[in-house]
């Protein structure tokens, strides 16, 4: 069975019965599902690490489900965002916003919804329908989950549960829809990517997805930002296309070492210059001694504290024993191992050696420095990334939150742990690429850490990370590639870029666009795309000042 074809009739919803409805006459209530007796056929496509096989794990049940929704239009949304904590022992559940219509059985709703585990970052998006018949009855709901960005565990997911929704006016309506609404009007002009094609015939579709290095079944979503507009692609599942585009749930990874790491010091920064160079060692306990004599906010930033075994990119962060950092869930557990794993090898700020547990001491670090300055009751991440920035920037409420440590602390997870979508991404890129409408990162980031990350001083690239022809440098969370070559450039062209795990890449271009892929195949490419855009518009240039 392929996802319903309904999005094309979408329109306000008129006449709506009493029983379904809130007395301001728009839809309100709450949906729950009885998934204790639900019958649902699971189908495992891949396991890399045979986390089905194990006894009692819980991974073909899904968590308990009952929800608060309020109408916006033809919108259903839902009151919580994020993945919402529960009992079950690895499922959360992440909802957005979905779509009403009208039809001769009555109010039908299909919700996108997705299964986030517990403790990471991987999502398992599918579509949750179920009708309200005229007497206020709900038929039983069909979910279905087709697709996902996991680079290690893939499953199909097709079963009715039986549904009860339960008319009830919720605190705080206004507020989900004030969010939903800047959500909307803050939405980039948005085309197909098909569209470039029609515009510019030479250029290769297959280049922009990547083909020759990554399936199209291991990609979620890609797009590319051009001239304000963006172009999307990709959003193919296998149940056919995905009816919520631009409300499917694709995890950060480490995109967020830039999107949060590094944004949240440079704003840091701005508003209190020199806190970029204060030690790591007198706002995280844990991290005392010989080790952390010296190492810097900026230091750990950058990748950069002199702590590892084996130097470079991937070494230290994909060995057995690393593994038990992410595996661990209290803040005390991850900031011990995080400060104490790795022997004292290099003078802090000159040797490259990525850790997310570095990351994560940072973001100890500023929550410590931010709560010092402002209260204890305050949060780095609330205030200088959502309030700051991401509010303003209009990103959806699921990217306003973040993967914490599970304990008291709620520690912010800093270097990944992000719920995006597709136009989340684009305003990010349009951003930081100078190009967004009404913020400029001038005017909030300390412009010396914010131009080096982005390679706009010669002197200042960043460290060697790793690449065997010295074309990739890190910088203040930031990864930079030296096109040079490939583009056939007189001189150095840098073009930074964000990283995650298993497939994640987004490139800021030059001229102030981008291009972004979310996939799963454990390749990381962009090439391909960056060449056939430069083939449309040159993205050589001279050296910056």
């Not at 009992?87 to 009208?102: D, F, I, Q, S």
């Not at 749930?249 to 440079?266: D, I, N, T």
């Not at 690239?461 to 440098?473: D, Q, T, Y």
């Amino acid at each position: 069975m392929r996802w319903p074809y309904f999005l094309s009739s979408l329109g306000v919803i008129l006449g709506i019965t009493t029983a379904c409805a809130a007395p301001g006459g728009a839809l309100e209530g709450r949906l729950t599902l009885d998934v204790t007796t639900a019958r649902l056929e699971t189908r495992v496509l891949q396991d890399d690490f045979h986390l089905a096989q194990a006894p009692d794990t819980g991974r073909n049940r899904i968590p308990a489900f009952s929800f608060a929704y309020i109408q916006d239009g033809a919108a259903l949304l839902p009151f919580k965002a994020g993945a919402i904590p529960g009992n079950h022992p690895v499922w959360e559940w992440v909802l957005t916003a979905g779509a009403l219509k009208r039809d001769d059985k009555g109010l039908h709703a299909s919700l996108p919804v997705a299964l986030m585990e517990k403790n990471e970052n991987c999502l398992h998006n599918g579509v949750l329908e179920f009708t309200i018949i005229p007497d206020g009855q709900t038929t039983k709901a069909r979910l279905r989950i087709a697709s996902e960005t996991c680079p290690y565990f893939k499953f199909d997911m097709l079963g009715d549960l039986t549904a009860r929704w339960h008319p009830e006016q919720q605190p705080g309506a206004a507020a989900v829809q004030q969010i939903f609404q800047r959500e909307k009007s803050t939405y980039l002009p948005q085309k197909p990517v098909a569209a470039l094609k029609d515009a510019h015939p030479d250029l290769a579709l297959a280049g922009l997805s990547e083909s020759k290095r990554i399936a199209p079944s291991d990609i979620s979503q890609f797009g590319v930002l051009m001239a304000g507009v963006h172009y999307a692609g990709g959003c193919m599942t296998r149940a056919g296309l995905y009816p919520h585009c631009d409300q499917m749930a694709v995890p950060s990874y480490s995109l967020a070492k830039s999107l949060v790491a590094g944004l949240a010091l440079m704003r840091l920064e701005k508003l209190y210059p020199g806190a970029a160079d204060e030690k790591i060692a007198a706002y995280v306990p844990a991290c005392q001694g010989a080790a952390w004599r010296g190492v810097t906010f900026r230091d750990t930033l950058s990748m950069a504290t002199g702590n590892y075994t084996t130097a470079g990119a991937d070494a230290d962060e994909s060995s057995e024993t690393y593994q038990a950092f992410f595996q661990t869930r209290t803040h005390r557990q991850k900031i011990n191992f995080a400060c104490h794993h790795f022997p004292h090898k290099a003078t802090p700020g000159t040797q490259f050696a990525y850790h997310t547990s570095d990351t994560y001491i940072l973001g100890a670090a500023l929550q410590a420095f931010w709560q010092e300055k402002k209260g204890a009751e305050h949060d780095f991440f609330n205030d200088l990334i959502v309030r700051d920035i991401f509010a303003p920037l209009g990103l959806s409420p699921s990217a306003q939150w973040t993967r914490r440590s599970l304990d008291r602390e709620a520690q912010p997870f800093t270097g990944w742990g992000l719920i995006l979508t597709r136009q989340d991404i684009a305003k990010l890129l349009s951003f930081l690429g100078g190009q967004h409408k009404d913020l400029h990162p001038s005017d909030l980031l300390s412009s010396s850490l914010f131009q080096a990350a982005l390679q706009k001083k010669t002197a200042d690239r960043g460290l060697l990370a790793g690449h065997p022809e010295n074309k990739i440098r890190y910088s203040n969370g930031f990864w930079a590639y030296n096109a040079q070559d490939d583009l056939s450039c007189r001189s150095e062209t840098w073009l930074p870029f964000l990283s995650g795990y298993g497939g994640l890449s987004a490139v800021l271009l030059p001229d102030g666009g981008g291009y972004y892929m979310i996939s799963d195949g454990g390749q990381h490419a962009f090439m391909a795309a960056v060449t056939q855009l430069h083939h449309l518009n040159s993205l050589c240039g001279g050296d910056p000042e």
